[in-house]
T-cell receptor, first 115, second 113 residues
Framework: DSGVTQTPKHLITATGQRVTLRCSPRSGDLSVYWYQQSLDQGLQFLIQYYNGEERAKGNILERFSAQQFPDLHSELNLSSLELGDSALYFC??????????????FGEGSWLTVV | LAKTTQPISMDSYEGQEVNITCSHN???????ITWYQQFPSQGPRFIIQGYKTKVTNEVASLFIPADRKSSTLSLPRVSLSDTAVYYCLVVPTGRSNDYKLSFGAGTTVTVRA
């Protein structure tokens, strides 16, 4: 158990819909990262927050957005969903502001299936 | 950022030692070599990190030659449960830049009975 909690574990929704994935980082960790893993794309970095502020941005679509709340939990919002958004979405956390020099801990992921 | 190259896949049998070599020719002075392990449908898990020479923990050993242009992850006496994808990453340290921890394709290790 990494200490990173993600909900829901599985989600099935229709194209065009909007979903929210939730992440609680390890106790004491201030950074939250979101990754997307699909069969053909591997593990892709989406975005990172540190103590409530956006820290780094990766290949995140404009239809996707995220935020980190004062209690440090984070939400990833996916809208206007397409079939290609079906993937495993991971949240990770680390103590420091950057993944450099910090071990990051991954949650178990949220399986999103768009039908 | 230093690019890494590692084999796409490796097969082994239970009880054998598995060695995965990763090339990182452009590694910088402040970079560390880090390995993650990912089981199917689970998040990656940190297994070991090193800067030079040899690092060993309860899971694996990491061998880094003097020129640091490559590294070898060694998994002793593997079991079926070691079947996973292993990622080699070069991670810069010593500066709080906006480094985006990126994972390549990794090496799929399959352990057979």
């Amino acid at each position: 158990d990494s200490g990173v909690t993600q909900t829901p574990k599985h989600l099935i929704t229709a194209t065009g819909q909007r979903v929210t994935l939730r992440c609680s980082p390890r106790s004491g960790d201030l950074s939250v990262y979101w990754y997307q893993q699909s069969l053909d794309q591997g593990l892709q970095f989406l975005i990172q927050y540190y103590n409530g502020e956006e820290r780094a941005k990766g290949n995140i679509l404009e239809r996707f957005s995220a935020q980190q709340f004062p209690d440090l939990h984070s939400e990833l919002n996916l809208s206007s969903l397409e079939l290609g958004d079906s993937a495993l979405y991971f949240c990770a956390s680390s103590a420091g502001p950057s993944s450099s020099g910090n071990t990051i801990y991954f949650g178990e992921g949220s399986w999103l299936t768009v039908v | 950022l230093a690019k890494t190259t590692q084999p796409i896949s490796m097969d082994s049998y239970e009880g054998q030692e598995v060695n995965i070599t990763c090339s990182h020719n452009n590694i910088a002075t402040n970079d560390y070599i880090t390995w993650y392990q990912q089981f199917p449908s689970q998040g990656p898990r940190f297994i070991i990190q090193g800067y030079k020479t040899k690092v060993t923990n309860e899971v694996a050993s990491l061998f880094i030659p003097a020129d640091r242009k490559s590294s070898t992850l060694s998994l002793p006496r593997v079991s079926l449960s070691d079947t996973a994808v292993y990622y080699c990453l070069v991670v810069p340290t010593g500066r709080s830049n906006d480094y985006k921890l990126s994972f390549g394709a990794g090496t799929t290790v399959t352990v057979r009975a």
